[in-house]
Structures are given as C-alpha cells and as structure tokens.
C-alpha cells in the first residue's frame, strides 16, 4: 500500500457534516486525523474511515491546548486543518473557562487550535486552513470590549453569528499573515444539510 501524500485533521468528526466530510476525505492517500467531543461517538467514524482520532471538548481550552500537543506530535506536516467543530449554544452559559459558549467553541477553541499547529502547516509544501462559517455570521456584531457578552443585550443568533463572523476575520487575517509560509485559507458555509 502506498504511503499516504497529505494529511488532513477535521474537528467536529463525530457526527453531521464532520461525519460526512471524514467520509468523504477518507482514502490510501490520506493520513486522516479526526477530531471529536465524544470518543464513544467518534470511534466508529475512525475505524470506517481508517482514521486516527483525538477527542477534545473545546469548551475548554486546556484540552484543546493538549490535543495540539498530541496532534502536534503525530504528525510532521498538515496539508489541510479543517476546523469545523461547533454548534449553537444557550448564550448564558459559560465554558470552563469563562467564556460565552458559542464564542469559545465555534471561534475561540478554533482559532487556539489553529496558532498551536501553525508550525505543522508551515512544515506542508502549501497548507490549507478551512474554517466552517455560516450565513448566521450576518447576525453577527463584533464588539471587542465585550466578546462573552457579558455587557450587551444578547439576541438568540447574534452569539453564534458574532462568532462565525469572528470565524470569517480570522480566514482574512490567516490569508494577510500567513501566506509567506504558503499557509492558505477559506471560509465555508456548508448550507442546509440532511446529515
């Protein structure tokens, strides 16, 4: 069997269209590494797929410092991190560490994941970095003074919108920062799906 030519890490694999996305990616050229809440959940999406996993709840940080940790020493190179781990969260709750639920989970555990494993996408010939956004970014308000929310009335969509806007700047700001290191990315919003 033939060694694979790019590996691929994707978050949120263990259901919806992370599960699907893992199906998809699976194959003998790709070292597939999938990423998951839940191990009991993620487990089968593995072994169909061939795939290593990892499990991390990104509501806090210091598992999503740990798994870059692990990741980081699995593999030498990322070609493509594909960041797609989240959902939509009561916004009076707060993670371990503080934050607003939708802020941290869908924009801020990302993003640290991201920064951890920058060297391994540096290390790829060309690296993508592919953010799951969503057309809710459209309710979004970024408010630097107050990113948890503890300050502003709080609308139902406009957490989690703030946080996929958020999800968008940081595409924009990978793709002014990052490019010199052959580090692209992208911003996706996957739509309505029967998952």
Not at 52 to 60: H, K, L, P
């Amino acid at each position: 069997m033939a060694e694979p030519t790019r590996t691929i890490v994707l978050t949120g694999a263990s259901d919806g269209i992370g599960a699907i996305a893992a199906r998809s990616l699976a194959g003998p050229d790709t070292n597939l590494v999938l990423v998951g809440r839940s191990s009991k959940k993620l487990a089968p999406i593995a072994a169909e797929t061939g795939a290593t996993q990892f499990t991390a709840d990104f509501s806090d940080l210091a598992q999503v410092r740990d798994l870059a940790a692990e990741i980081n020493g699995a593999v030498g190179t990322i070609d493509v991190l594909m960041n797609n781990a989240g959902g939509t969260f009561d916004s009076s709750q707060r993670t371990a560490d503080g934050h607003e639920f939708n802020f941290q989970i869908n924009h801020l555990a990302p993003f640290l994941l991201t920064h951890l494993l920058r060297d391994r996408l540096a290390a790829a010939p060309q690296s993508l970095v592919l953010n799951t956004s969503s057309v809710g970014n459209l309710f979004g308000q970024v408010d630097l003074d107050d990113l948890d929310f503890e300050k502003r009335r709080t609308l139902a969509m406009r957490p989690y919108g703030t946080a996929k806007l958020m999800n968008i700047l940081f595409t924009r700001g990978i793709a002014q920062r990052w490019t010199a290191d052959k580090i692209y990315s992208a911003a996706v919003h996957p739509g309505p799906a029967a998952t």
